[in-house]
């Protein structure tokens, strides 16, 4: 990613154009055909007593809806400046894994599942190569007019919704 970064900033100063570099949050939303929230609707529909969630849980994220997202890269794209910008786009909070998949629960009106976690790798992280807490800083897009409307669970909580009614 950093390489790539490097490569628009050389080619925008080289050739005189201007360019914005975006680095998304975990966007989210009804298309979605994998992550988290897609695997959790997935594992209550194969089995609705027991659902495992990889890791301890205990994972933070930052998760913005794909409404949000979409509002913010059209901000970026009006306001940005400078031959090359870096905006990020993201929720104002983040959220534990374990509360993402209760979300999920209630929503699939599962409320009294049993919820297990693996434990995970390494300081409880899910897999090799999560990250363990992510949370970007979007103040620089916020000074510029744009507001996620959505917090981190009430973007999973309607991604779970859309997915759910799409899928069961």
């Not at 794909?66 to 794209?77: F, M, P």
Request: with cysteine.
């Amino acid at each position: 990613k950093l390489a790539c970064e490097a490569m628009v900033s050389s080619f925008c100063y080289n050739y005189n154009i201007k360019g914005i570099i975006l680095r998304p949050a975990n966007v989210i939303g009804s298309r979605g055909r994998h992550g988290l929230i897609w695997d959790l609707v997935h594992k209550l529909k194969n089995d609705k007593n027991r659902l495992e969630v990889l890791g301890d849980g205990k994972q933070t994220k930052s998760f913005i809806h794909i409404s949000d997202a979409v509002k913010g890269i059209l901000q970026s794209i009006k306001k940005h400046k400078d031959d090359v910008e870096i905006f990020n786009i993201g929720s104002e909070d983040s959220i534990e894994i374990i509360n993402v998949a209760k979300a999920v629960c209630k929503n699939m009106k599962l409320p009294d599942i049993e919820i297990f976690t693996t434990g995970g790798i390494e300081n409880g992280r899910g897999w090799k190569g999560d990250i363990k807490s992510a949370h970007l800083d979007i103040s620089k897009l916020k000074n510029l007019g744009w507001h996620p409307k959505l917090s981190s669970l009430e973007a999973a909580d309607l991604t779970s919704q859309e997915i759910i009614d799409e899928v069961i």
